[in-house]
């Protein structure tokens, strides 16, 4: 089955990190970029950055630049997602999301991460 | 860079159709036919309906459809049926920050 399987729900205390993993099950992944989305209670959804499966190269947005750290793994097929300076305003739903390369098309999604920063 | 502008609910009744915006700038929608489209269940991970602006991935009912003209895309569903009611989300390709969500939508089936 085609499926990207994430790791399970974490809380942590401010300022801490928190890696998130994302691994790919059923479908080649090489050719994939791998972003990560998050989704805070009640509100939309916000595109944080890739990685490209193949080279590693990553993206993210100005406002995780900084503080957020993507990184593949090739022999486990898995892709892992690290936030660190965690504040009370980065609790949210986590999503990997698989794009095979020049489609900008979020095809395969993880079932999501429930991140909770609370001290 | 700013979430693209989507209304925050629109609603219809079974059988009708209904259109949903999204509202971008001359960096995103304007200048990429790099436009998708999500549904939401509540407590579901999004679903990929439409890319490409127009191009529906396979298993994807034609009830959905897509446009866009000048710096606003177009999601329509037609035949609105009670399994419609989610979120929606528009997302493009960007300048700057490579991808863009809109602020999405909740469709109501009355």
């Known amino acids: 089955q085609v499926q990207l399987v994430q790791s399970g729900a974490e809380v942590k205390e401010p300022g801490a990190s928190v890696k998130v993993s994302c691994e790919a099950h059923g479908y080649a992944v090489t050719g994939h970029f791998i972003h990560w989305v998050r989704q805070a209670p009640g509100q939309g959804l916000e595109w944080m950055g890739l990685v490209n499966f193949d080279n590693g190269y990553t993206k993210s947005t100005e406002t995780f630049r900084y503080r957020v750290t993507m990184t593949r793994d090739t022999s486990d097929r898995a892709a892992y997602m690290e936030l660190s300076g965690l504040r009370s305003d980065d609790t949210a739903v986590y999503y990997c999301v698989s794009e095979y390369s020049g489609t900008s098309s979020f095809t395969i999604w993880g079932q999501g991460t429930l991140v909770t920063v609370s001290s | 860079q700013s979430a693209l502008t989507q209304p925050a609910s629109v609603s219809g009744s079974p059988g009708q159709s209904i259109t949903i915006s999204c509202t971008g700038t001359r960096s995103d929608v304007g200048s990429y036919d790099r436009v998708s489209w999500y549904q939401q269940h509540p407590g579901k991970a999004p679903k990929l309906v439409i890319y490409?602006?127009?191009r529906r991935p396979s298993g994807i009912s034609d009830h959905f459809s897509g446009s866009k003209s000048g710096n606003t895309a177009s999601l329509t569903i037609s035949g609105l049926q009670p399994e419609d009611e989610a979120d929606y989300y528009c997302?493009?390709?960007?300048?700057?920050?490579?991808?863009?969500f809109g602020s999405g939508t909740k469709v109501t089936v009355l």
């Open positions: 490409a602006v127009n």
């Open positions: 997302c493009s390709y960007a300048d700057v920050s490579l991808y863009v």
